[in-house]
């Protein structure tokens, strides 16, 4: 039987995370995870900026089509700070992550955390006291020692590279791929497809019976006549 699995993904650190490599393809992330695990649900948590009009329609798009797919997703509008004579955009979502940890830590048995920020070390922490099996998933480099220690098991996301990441695809295929990276996925060659000829079809053979052709009857010749013959 397949244990229940919670999926926790800070999309701001996963955008760092994949800015200098591969895109990840999140349906495939999805069904990858689900061979292994009973999902209970998958949170990806992000931030959304309305000010930027282009970008926030192309954003809640990909966000609408997650939550298509099976994700619970999580927005939180940037907040503007002064800083002197400049703003500062900020958004954190490490609170809303930790909330829902805590608050549905009873409806599965194994979090995954897609993140390789430090501050959530307590958390795991606290949830492996409450018997859950903690998994981090980050890259190299991009991962905090004290997030791996804290872990039951740290996997290396280029370890799923072949399992998760986008393919080459048709310009027409909506990929779950964020938005400021489907610039890096191949667009596949069109393939033509050849019309082949109509095949001819044979003449069809009339089988009906013909009634059989009469042969002219053939006429007899007349009868000779015996002559009787004088035996005296």
Known sequence: MKKIAALFLDAENLFFTQKNGWPID??????????????????????????NEENYEEKNQFLDALALEGYTVRRKLVKLIRAGDKMIRKGNVDIEMVVDMFNTRDLYDVVILFSGDSDFERALELLRTYGKEVLVVSAKGSVAKELINAADKYIDLEQLKDEVSAKPAPADKKLLVMPKLRQNVTVSAPVKVETAPAPVKAPVENNAKRPPRRRPARRRPPAKKVQDVDTK
């Open 26 to 51: 999140f349906e495939r992330l999805y069904a990858f995870f689900a061979q292994h695990y009973s999902i209970y649900n998958a949170f990806y948590y992000t931030v959304v900026d309305p000010s």
